[in-house]
């Protein structure tokens, strides 16, 4: 079989899953693994609670396990990495979070990693995440640019709102690198690393090349 | 220009060398970037002190600025990341760590990782970078092999003694994912992750993988 | 409406919440809260993965919606506390997960807190969780008495095994409190106590407790 | 002997004492212990430096010396927990310390607990004791209201205070619990939950629950 | 006023007052610093257990007001640092504990540092106190040597068992520095650093060297 | 041979090292060690960087192996420690860092320590740095004066600059004391701690005095 990386986008907005396909694009190489983004029809427009969140669990794994044959490993494109671990052991395929490799990818760029989220609310979640991954005194801060779904739709009053807070948590948090908290915001990426000077991490590219990482390590041309 | 990814072995040992780039193959793609394992001329046989991993700074920024023009990325290919920052300070090109790498791709595969190391008198200089690294909390433990280089030549023996170090890592130390502490090791990883039953991360595989990642997401096709 | 604290056994063992009812049995006063026992009949026999603890989230949430009308704070009686942060979003009622009530009344009676688990599968999973409470470097350590559910039944068996585990984490590790790791082991913590000569938490009652003062500390008579 | 949890306010004011006598009210039960708040006499007119809290510690455990026989369970309603671990070695009972049980409750009901201090020269003793309890990175923020003691009587003054405080450690650092910071807050406690729209702990009843639960965990009616 | 140094041995061990004096030869000048030790008469044989610890703190602060205008510098030489914030709060002169300088000075000298302590019953008291510190996880093991008073005075059964302890610290905890966790223990440091191979840091020494560089940084010769 | 601590400024500012000199002058002893400043002629005119502080390693080690046998002990006299390791490998004679001295003599002063730096692009370098000590977590800030080569020649400018600095170290960050984060501001110590009410650290008076604590504790008169 061909090698084949699924990447899950748990939140049912097809445009979010175009949006990280092209975002991939520069991962898909004529002889290596195609890199085919899904969207969970199950999921809900956004993950913006921990319910929701957790909701996702189950048709996420049933989707895992619908496509295990034919994949060669999981990356699950969202910030809170819903089900990461469930997904773990409902499969031997490798499975990467988005922001467990996002973040761990921002270490290799900087001291001090910034997030920069989309809602007050998830701050709570995030923080149970990053301490549990063991890399919350690393995170030198994770501010919300606190825009509501019909805002996010305002593609240049998104930009301007992450530049703004990417801007403090450069200036009052001492970030060096900056990791993205959210799968959606691919497109901002290199616009935001060029407005403020500092290495910007879309987590669903880190997500990929993680998966890739290990499923080249295995391989014995 | 085309990309490429240059890997430098800080230590003049040309056999390593040519074992890490064999353990690359996976990650040569026919449109992808070339990678190009180097020996660095002026290193020592082995980078077995502060001193000797202090003293290939010089030639190592000397070997990266002589490349720059042609190179798009780097990797230091000793699991002392030697001169990793002053490495980053002379090049705009992104340069990684095996050591950095390494590590950061073990806590997306297990929460406590494991190092398998050569010699004990590393075992201070690792737990200070671990700590700078600020991963310390996740090291399961750091246990060497304890091997003299001549001793090192002998495959069969240096195998069970990683099976012997990285079984009481698993066991008595509750490890859950290998990383060698060694760009040398190599050719041992897959027999490794067979006979211990736990992922077992190649440094050198993670750091050409890390490297991967930054350019690709950087990429506009 | 009458106090009532609402006790979940989100697995579907009625003798375990049998047990658990009347290790509970101390804080039920004559003019204080009901506590109510309940049993999760959509629950797995036991909850020894991610995805059991995972999968139950879903009916302990509606479960909770569905008593929330006639409760004043739950209890999630399992020591993966699944759930809990969806259970919190479910309901205004204060929420109580026993594995965090448990380590917490922990730090209480001791500086270094053992934990006697069941399975040695359940470790990565706890640790994740104790990193993600804030509380790892408080764990003296967590070993498990890896018996098999047949085995369980055993009252003597379990407890000969407590007691060489506890033992262990006393001498070995330096624990000088120890808690039980699940919800099921109650009748063997004033045994326990005893053998060890160290105070010993059982986690439901420390849940238990915590409700009650949460609920008592809005009180105003 | 009925049981019996006995607070001691190790300052000499009769007025806080009664307070928090009054703020406990929801802990006593018809058939539960009686819940005896004391003066100490020697004490001095309040707790407000690391003198003043060591001094208490030789009265503190003679108090408790002389209560023993007739008590179940210690309370030391001092936020700086003076004499905790003393008193510990001074009697069989259980003693609870309010800071401790405070905060550890907090730790139950959110992730960043911030803390309402009197006087800014607490801080450095305060952070030395979440330091030791192992939970200062679980600590948001410790400010102090500032206020002098004949400024402390104007009770509306208090609540304005603590109200800005407690709004900062929300708005600026995140928290999403508060401890109040001295035994004598207990009358603020409803308000300013109410206010501020965060779970607030009054640390003397999270003891007294503490010590309950302790109690009643070791009961076997 | 000619500089004086006053060392404040907080048991009544007039012996242990003239080993910690003649082990402090080295740091007395011809032009430097008068060092006197001092024994608290009020204090207890030993200080075993934080009952004494705390006991000392009022006789301890009295004598340094009573010494105040006569000295330039105390040194609070029991391994408890028993009423260290207090006396700091009693003079403008800085006070030294010796089991803060003694393991700040070990951080110079090594990354993991390892206590030999004499009780086991200590420990829990030692690790509230490392905590406090902020160098816990610095610590690489605090093991006791458990001999009793009686015990004690034998001094080549003291350093036998202080030898196998310390190897312990450096074989099985990867201890590279030592400290002694006790005042008692002058007479034994060059030997146990030759037997060990390892710096082994006398804590009363370490203090005064401390308060000796407070004291000459503050001068304007 | 008499007793001798040699103080390498590895940059090759001769006034930085005569300031420095003069500031050591309260810890020449008439019969203590000669305390003999040197400037490293290959330095650069500051160390400013990763490269350069990498680039100095060579020339001080071998300025240390020239030393090495009319020399007691060295320290290395700036705030990056650059080749602390190295030169501790180099030589059987103890090496003291000033960073490492100047920060741990700190936590023998206050509970949070506050740096004082000159540079904001030093900061990442510190951080890495503060980690690897295992003391990040009791540095409250770090903040720049941020100021050119040009400018540090105002000495009326720096001090300004300094004190605005530490005040707000003091009064955003709650640092209790400072510490200079460069050899060459040893002139300002006594003016900001009058200023600034806080103890301040030179590091290079505190690195003199470790130097000194190591050596006469060694001594056996």
Known sequence: MAERIVVINPNCNEQVTAGMSAALEGFRFADGPAIDC?????????IESQILSDQ???PLCRMIAAE???????VIACFSDPGLH????????P???????????AMNLGQNVGIVSILANSLPRHVRYFRAMGVAHCIAGDLPIDMT????????KVFRRMSEVGGR???ENGADVLVMGCAGFSRHRAGLEEALGLPVVDPTQAAVGMALTILRSRSRR
Do not use: M, Q, Y
Request: hydrophobic letters at 40%.
């Open 38 to 46: 899904r969207t969970l029809a199950e999921g809900p427009p956004g």
């Open 56 to 58: 996702v669990i189950g």
């Open 68 to 74: 295990d044959k034919a994949a060669s490993a999981f």
């Open 86 to 93: 469930s997904a773990r052991e409902s499969t031997d395929r």
């Open 95 to 105: 499975v990467v979070g988005i922001a467990e490799a996002g973040i761990t990818t």
């Open 149 to 156: 779904v019909s805002e996010l739709a305002d593609d240049g």
């Open 169 to 171: 948590l450069r200036d």
